[in-house]
């Protein structure tokens, strides 16, 4: 054993005369991401990282926005990058008035009644529908000021 090396080179730095070696504890281990979770924590750390430039990013937008407010919409075209379309934003506009029908006095009626206004068109039974959306994803670091979203 002489080639080994002296035996004390063979016992753990970590181990004192005389106190038997302990074996170490593990860590307690996060739970792995989902494939969404992985996801939104990317795209958190790469919004904390570029907090400077996605700053700069809001202040243009602003500024486009108001500026077209003044002048109106417009588009910019740069022929090596891409082009910015910039719209003011626009408040409520009332563009006309429509009869509403009374809900609970509909349903109070008799359904002869009912009828009789379905087929005269006075009445119109339409179907409800909610307009469809593209989605959208909200960024914010717990370390943003807050503001618009």
Same mark, same amino acid.
């Given at each position: ?41 990317? $795209?958190?750390?790469? !919004? %904390? @990282?570029? =907090? ?5 990013? &809001? ?17 910019e ?13 626009t ?17 109070? $009626?008799?359904?002869? !009644? %009912? @009828?009789? =206004? ?5 009445? &119109? ?25």
């Amino acid at each position: 054993m002489e080639h080994f090396g002296p035996r004390a080179d063979l016992v753990p730095h970590t181990a004192r005369p005389g106190v038997p070696c302990q074996p170490r504890a593990k860590k307690a281990q996060k739970p792995k991401d989902t494939p969404r979770q992985a996801l939104c924590r990317e $795209l958190l750390e790469i !919004r %904390r @990282d570029n =907090l400077t430039i996605f700053t700069r990013i &809001e202040a243009i937008n602003t500024r486009l926005k108001k500026l077209a407010g003044d002048e109106g919409k417009f588009r910019e075209a740069f022929d090596e990058l891409g082009h910015v379309s910039v719209s003011p934003p626009t408040p409520e506009q009332v563009t006309g008035e429509a009869p509403v029908l009374q809900i609970e006095v509909w349903q109070a $009626l008799r359904d002869s !009644r %009912r @009828d009789k =206004l379905l087929e005269e068109g006075l009445v &119109e039974v339409k179907s409800i529908i909610k307009r469809a959306t593209y989605g959208q994803v909200r960024v914010k670091l717990h370390a943003e000021p807050e503001g618009e979203d």
